[in-house]
């Protein structure tokens, strides 16, 4: 609370170097518990991906293990039905499942974000098409799209991507031109039209450095989303190629093994933690920015981004 | 410097003061039906077109691996669903037959498109009601507790958990809830909407709950309430972390304002301020997530759905979309399309409602 | 990003749930059993629906031809699991001409519909003629086929070539006898302009033990017990509820009781099902098999007849068969080892990987990595096609074969498959009918053929051996071209045929006279309650 009787909207804007002071607030932020152990998961899961043919105790495709053997020593997670060592998978799946999550929102965020920003930038015409584009593809059935998508192309985890790709941009487009709007009528950027600055100038100079924080902060916290949407489309078969190692992939063939629990049980904790540590941080970043720029983030995401989005017009 | 860029009022013209002073929200909502025509119109055609794109053969997909092989079989098919025409025409047609009410036939089930929907769409909607009631109760309550606590103990952990909540793959608890509930419990009832040797009640809303207490059939009605109680909890746990994080920080943004602190000032005791001040400044961001999250759930149960059998439309979409069943798939993108239009509606006329500085403009 | 549709609370659910559960314990107890009581039984089965319509005339998918069995008489029909022998149905006798062309049927008397009207022989002509004219699915049945009334018990059936497969087709529920009259009040027709469908789908005509009470292609039927039934059959349950329910969480409901059979269950699910559960298993008819494309074009490496002879060679049969589970059989041809024409045992193609390797380097292949298409979604009896086709690729990489997987949903790579478009294919074959004669569509030039690129000409001494097997009367004649005629395919043929998967079905204790048919899977009206 005290805080925020300082941090006047003024203050907030007219820092010239917003990126830094975002930074600055950082040690504030890391006193949260909740923070410091997001980061360390978050932390945990990068060595996971970086290191997982040294820490998997088997090769996660070779099926030489006894089938269905219940966790026991040699296999600290089980076998499933083609007497695979469950926990080399889940080591092995961190290196699709993470990767993928992050190449899709930083995708999104480069889509959505430059569409959203010139949205809220140009307006008029501009805005009305992507908006009402986004529009569009909000009223689509994500699952219809993404079946439709992965037999036009073949199921595989890029074409995956492609499908939720396709469905995500719209939020960052919202959000972004709700940032924008908020931005661009500002003193310091409207003197810098004054000063004779081009539009795309502008926006590169004065707009762009005030959107990094809070679309940091909100790819963040999609990036557990991101990773749910893949392992459900994997879930439902429209993912992962198999044999290759995919948490959704591997929780859609625990469901058929109900009595090896441990073949649906393990993936899914996995990608429970990979989320929540995203999750966490993301909040913890978003707590460390001033609470105007939070609020535009919201913690619905997209669906903030379409009240908030005009109200801070 | 280009004269196209001037600070404009931003957001289509709020700001302006309106031109036109008589019957806004008839105006409005027929500005919003035609928005929701286009749109309608806008998913079935990508709908159509991106169904049509797919390398796949309906016929294939629904003739039996001899009847494929006889060309008088697959023309006769093709025939009965119109196939044989040219893509333009299939699409007008199928416009055509809309405008009556018409939405064709499903290839899977050989029954009207409307006929199909008639009976999924008030099971999800069963189940997404059953999941939205309790979520707004306790998401809104402890979202409210969490931020009037805020920085405390109690709100740590209410953040802890509504994190959890919306981290948790959803279809690996429904897994969960099945497996622990139902088979190693025993508490909760097997898939489907009631007990096998019951018979649905009466079609009057399609709500089983609701045909049955109204036909008075109770032992009906208990075994639908049962069966809803397990999807119902996988369903809420996620929302209800939603509710408890959104609610949380629109009620934090309202209690820093010189509003509530003039109320407190002036000596009304918490309780009033807190209910007819706070909650009702924050009701709006609150309804817009609320109502958002409902129409997800209406659109996107599929992987809860085929855990536990249960006939929605969910299951229904993920049928008809790997069957390629095409007159189906436009259904549902309809009615999903249908669904985000009318939340979107109710949540900007209950905006416009509460909030009297929209209402003004 | 939309909001994600997946969360939970774990904190909230054990406060929450314990009192919703606790109060949903009640009802939970008393709908276990699935049977009501004074006489009154209901028989629960959960099976994975492949179901479209109820319509005899137009219907040709497992979980239809449980419905129609039970709604509808043939006229012959099967005794229990044994398909080798005709045994009567609504025709109480038949004889076939010597030229295999005619078969004359004299018809039951007394035989009722559901609405109490005798089934007639104008009835009979009526429903079969139906069949052939609505040429939907199941028209393919009485190709070629003559049907006419000779008086008023007997029906004579000639067929244009000599058709001794037709009394092994007859007992097929498509060929349910439907009753003309109502149906011809409610739209229906012996022709392409028939409307009864709709009808069909509501209420049944039909003189089987069971009538249709509610009929839904997603989610369950309803039968009830026809009181105007005078057939040979005693049905014990008097309501029968087929639910539409998937394979894991079958074996969840039938192991609590609340459902009586599990029809889709997999080999690794009856693992240690116990708790008084019987479970039957037995060799299914249905045959998974591997092929290779003989079309040049698609790939070098699969026509090529010695990379073919290393693939046969070189995959582990007993090791797919442990992965199937026990009760599953290799075939020695692509015939199923239950019906008349199989080829022995003893005569499977064995694991030989030396052999296998020898061959691959004898083709002169050069880069010897082909693509495996199969649909992701298929399982066969419970077997995922995509378990297989892992192992396949796992034992191909021992050989020296690199195979690259690619599967895609039902849809699309049926078109792949039926066009002739995939490098090699993991596909199966279920019977139309339990006769040997449906297997000459593997040979060359014929429908799976022609999937292979095995094109017409390609072997002459098959094509000849087919034509002559095709219009051959007698048992043992039979067996025996049919048998020269796989040995021959296991020589120069595109098809590996892999494993019949086997068929589990689990049942709760107190129900008896379940026997696996491979025509109609199981026949709810032969099973009794103890």
Not at chain 1, 181 to 207: H, K, Q, T, Y
Not at chain 2, 149 to 172: A, E, I, K, M, Y
Request: hydrophobic share 45%; net charge neutral.
């Amino acid at each position: 609370m005290n805080q925020t009787t300082d941090d006047t909207l003024d203050t907030a804007a007219t820092t010239a170097r917003p990126v830094s002071r975002l930074l600055a607030r950082l040690p504030r932020v890391w006193r949260s518990p909740l923070a410091a152990v997001g980061a360390l998961l978050v932390l945990g899961w990068l060595i996971v991906v970086i290191a997982a043919p040294l820490l998997a105790p088997h090769d996660p495709l070779a099926q030489d293990l006894p089938p269905l053997a219940p966790p026991g020593a040699g296999h600290w997670f089980g076998t499933d039905e083609l007497g695979r060592d469950v926990f080399s998978r889940v080591l092995y799946g961190a290196r699709v499942s993470i990767p993928l999550a992050l190449l899709l929102v930083v995708l999104s965020l480069l889509i959505g974000g430059t569409l959203g920003a010139c949205a809220g930038f140009f307006g008029r015409w501009v805005d009305e098409i992507v908006m009402r584009i986004a529009d569009l593809v909000f009223a689509f059935p994500t699952v219809i799209l993404a079946m439709v998508v992965v037999a036009a192309l073949g199921a595989s985890l890029q074409n995956a991507v492609l499908a939720v790709l396709i469905v995500s941009w719209p939020s960052y487009a919202r959000v972004t031109r709700g940032l924008v709007l908020g931005i661009r009528n500002r003193e310091f950027v409207l003197s810098g039209r004054l000063l004779g600055f081009s539009a795309f100038r502008s926006l590169r100079v004065d707009v762009l450095p005030n959107l990094l924080g809070p679309i940091l902060v909100l790819a963040t916290l999609d990036i557990g989303t991101a990773m749910l949407l893949l392992s459900g489309l994997s879930f439902l078969g429209l993912g992962a190629k198999p044999p290759t190692p995919e948490w959704g992939a591997m929780v859609a063939d625990g469901t058929q093994q109900f009595d090896s629990w441990w073949i649906g049980v393990f993936p899914g904790l996995a990608i429970l933690t990979v989320v929540l540590a995203f999750n966490f941080l993301g909040d913890a970043l978003r707590d460390a920015l001033d609470p105007r720029t939070a609020r535009s983030i919201g913690d619905g995401r997209a669906h903030a981004g379409h009240v908030e989005g005009e109200r801070a017009a | 410097m280009s004269r196209r860029w001037v600070p404009s009022s931003g957001a289509g013209g709020r700001l302006r003061p309106s031109a036109r002073g008589h019957h806004p929200l008839a105006r409005f909502l027929a500005r919003r039906a035609a928005t929701a025509v286009l749109l309608a119109l806008g998913v079935t055609l990508v709908t159509f077109a991106l169904t049509n794109l797919v390398p796949g053969d309906p016929a294939a997909a629904n003739l039996g691996q001899r009847a494929i092989g006889d060309p008088a079989i697959v023309a006769q098919f093709r025939h009965q669903y119109g196939l044989d025409k040219p893509l333009p025409a299939q699409y007008l047609t199928y416009l055509g037959n809309l405008l009556h009410g018409d939405l064709g036939e499903s290839q899977q089930s050989h029954q009207p498109v409307l006929d199909d929907l008639d009976a999924v769409v008030p099971a999800t909607l069963e189940l997404a009601g059953a999941a939205i009631v309790p979520s707004l109760l306790i998401g809104v309550a402890f979202g409210v507790i969490a931020a009037l606590r805020r920085n405390r103990f109690t709100d740590q952990v209410l953040r802890l958990f509504s994190l959890l909540g919306v981290s948790v793959p959803t279809f690996w608890l429904a897994l969960l809830a099945y497996y622990l509930f139902f088979y190693r419990l025993g508490w909760a009832p097997g898939s489907g909407r009631i007990s096998p040797d019951l018979t649905a009640p009466r079609h009057i809303t399609g709500l089983y709950t609701v045909d049955a207490a109204l036909t008075g059939q109770w032992p009906v009605f208990w075994s639908a309430v049962t069966h809803l109680i397990l999807p119902a909890l996988v369903l809420t746990a996620y929302t209800v972390g939603l509710l408890t994080r959104f609610t949380r920080s629109a009620v934090l943004e309202v209690l820093d304002q010189d509003f509530v602190r003039a109320a407190r000032a002036k000596g009304l005791p918490s309780r009033t301020v807190l209910f007819q001040y706070v909650l009702r400044a924050a009701s709006v961001p609150i309804i817009t997530v609320a109502g958002l999250a409902f129409g997800n759930l209406l659109s996107g149960t599929v992987l809860v759905e085929s855990i536990f059998a249960w006939p929605g439309l969910g299951a229904y979409a993920y049928r008809s979309a790997t069957t390629l069943d095409l007159p189906a798939v436009m259904g549902v993108g309809l009615v999903v399309g249908l669904v985000y239009v009318t939340v979107n509606l109710i949540v900007d006329v209950l905006y416009g409602v509460i909030d009297p500085r929209v209402r003004a403009q | 990003m939309l909001t994600p549709r997946t969360g939970s609370r774990p904190a909230i659910l054990p406060f929450v749930a314990a009192t919703a559960l606790a109060l949903s314990a009640c009802s939970a107890g008393t709908s276990a059993t699935g049977s009501s009581a004074g006489g009154a039984k209901t028989l629960v089965v959960d099976t994975s629906f492949d179901l479209k319509t109820a319509d005899p005339g137009r219907e040709f998918e497992p979980t239809g031809q449980i419905v129609d069995k039970a709604l509808y008489e043939t006229l012959l029909t099967f005794a229990g699991s044994d398909v080798t022998k005709p045994v009567a149905g609504l025709a109480s006798s038949y004889t076939e001409s010597a030229d295999g062309k005619t078969l004359t049927l004299h018809l039951r008397t007394g035989a009722k519909f559901s609405d109490g009207s005798a089934v007639t022989a104008d009835d009979v002509v009526f429903s079969l003629n139906r069949v052939i004219a609505l040429k939907g699915n199941p028209s393919f049945l009485l190709d070629g086929v003559t049907v006419t009334k000779t008086d008023a018990s007997t029906i004579t059936l000639v067929s244009k070539q000599a058709n001794p497969a037709l009394p092994f087709i007859l007992p097929n529920p498509a060929l349910g006898i439907v009753n003309s009259k109502v149906l011809q009040a409610h739209g229906g027709a012996a022709s392409a302009s028939d409307s009864a469908e709709t009808y069909l789908n509501t209420t049944s005509a039909g003189s089987g033990p069971y009538v249709l009470t509610s009929f839904n292609t997603n989610t369950q039927v309803v039968l009830t017990k026809n009181p105007d039934y005078n057939g040979p059959e005693t049905p014990a349950y008097s309501k029968i509820v087929i639910r539409n329910v998937q394979a894991p969480t079958q074996k969840l409901n039938v192991q609590r009781g609340d459902s009586q059979i599990a029809l889709d269950l997999s080999s690794d699910q009856v693992k240690g099902i116990g708790g008084g559960l019987q479970v039957l298993s037995g060799a299914s008819s249905d045959v998974i098999f591997l092929l290779l494309n003989q079309n040049s074009a698609v790939s070098g490496a699969t026509s090529n007849a010695n990379f073919v002879k290393a693939v046969r060679e070189g995959i582990d049969y007993k090791s797919l068969l442990s992965l199937a589970g026990s009760g599953s059989v290799q075939p020695a041809g692509v015939i199923p080892s239950s019906f008349l024409g199989a080829l022995p045992a003893s005569q499977a193609t064995s694991y030989d990987l030396a052999g296998a390797k020898a061959a691959l380097a004898a083709s002169g292949v050069t880069n010897p990595s082909v693509t495996l298409g199969y649909a992701s979604d298929l399982t066969v009896d419970g077997l995922s096609l995509q378990l297989l086709a892992e192992r396949v690729q796992a034992q191909l990489k021992e050989v020296g074969i690199t195979v690259t997987l690619a599967p895609a949903p039902t849809t699309t790579e049926l078109d792949n498959y039926r066009n002739g478009k995939e490098q090699l294919g993991l596909w199966y074959w279920g019977p139309d009918y339990p006769d040997p004669s449906d297997y000459l569509a593997f040979l060359p030039g014929n429908l799976v053929g022609l999937r292979a690129g095995w094109k017409a000409g390609a072997d002459s001494q098959l094509t000849a051996a087919g034509d002559e097997a095709a219009t051959t009367i007698g048992d043992s004649a039979r067996e025996h071209l049919y048998q020269q005629i796989q040995t021959r395919m296991n020589q120069v043929g595109p098809f590996i045929p892999l494993i019949q998967p086997s068929r589990n079905t689990v049942a709760a204790a107190s129900v008896t006279g379940i026997a696996y048919n491979p025509v109609w899977t199981i026949d709810v009206a032969a099973l009794g309650s103890k």
